[in-house]
């Protein structure tokens, strides 16, 4: 399954998000997680639709979406070169989906900081820098064999000429993510080689709880990682929310103003950089979300949960979540003309209610 790798520097909480991230059953105890591994934590998508769908149909157990996590230690200044753990997070974060770096903003002087002052920028720029030397590595080596086949198959030009193009964008110190488009580089091309920073980038910023509240600090933090998302929160918050009763987590989170813990907009935000989105079924066993590829077809979409719902696949009888909600019931829905049949080529949308009807 698709996994988001979790990086960034020693001392800026990762290991304490991490935990609260496989704890995540805060507000939430229907969002079940499992532990693998040691580093890796599979956490519930939060979806309060599932809540009411499970309502509206008296369904005996909800199934969130699940997301995957892997905590990536090792990635220091230096690491491409051999420092700390050396290369062997590399394969590590070769085997990510999507990049998360967790960026130190808060300032508590009693953390040490690995290069002695708290700087969200700088921070960014070392870890940036290690995966961009780590692919250049991979390019110098790849560019003299791509060129010599070049010359023996014509359609390996192509290949060749953007992992050259890539290099060119890396020297200058860009990432692949953050700068292929500009420069005209198909990174499709370049998917053979598993270039670290082609993959997407999504930053958690781990602000002090006062931060939180203010919008111009934010925003400031935000412009040095966009296009890619940012997250703000406060790790140490997190992970006491995680232990708190129901009620006293939303106290507390109500008296820092904010909606809902930061972990739920990491796991939300990761999961839609993972190019994922959900569709939804609903009946008396249970109310679920299942996984799909944002763009992916009706029967893609009944593959999902059966392999003989693909293959047999004759239409799909949707409703999209908010009509089922103000319609109250299915045959509300029916009656009021909101549920529709789709066909083979269909294109689902996120929250899309779904009944699939196939031969066996
Ligand atoms: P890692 O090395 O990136 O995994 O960092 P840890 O999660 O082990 O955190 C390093 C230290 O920073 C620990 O003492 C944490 O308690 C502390 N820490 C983590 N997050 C925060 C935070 O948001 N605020 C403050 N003040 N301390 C934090």
Redesign the pocket.
Known sequence: SLTIGIV?L????????FNALTKNDVLAANYPFATIEPNVGVVGLPDPRLDKLAEIHSSQKIVPAAVSFVDIAGLVRGASKGQGRGNAFLANIREAAAICQ?VRA?S?PN?VHVDGKVSPRDDIETINTELILADLQTLEKAVPRLQKEAKLRKERAAVAAAATAAAELLNGGTTLYAGAKDAGIEVELLRELTLLTTKPFLYVF?V?EAELGDPAFLDELRALVAPAEAIFL???VESELIDLPEDEARELLESIGQPEPGLHQLIRVGFRTLGLQTYLTAGPKEARAWTIPIGATAPEAAGVIHSDFQRGFIKAEIVAYDDLVAAGSMSAAKAAGKVRMEGKDYVMKDGDVVEFRFNV
């Open positions: 960034g020693p001392n800026v909480g990762k290991s304490t998000l967790v808060f508590d953390v781990n002090d406060d790790a140490k």
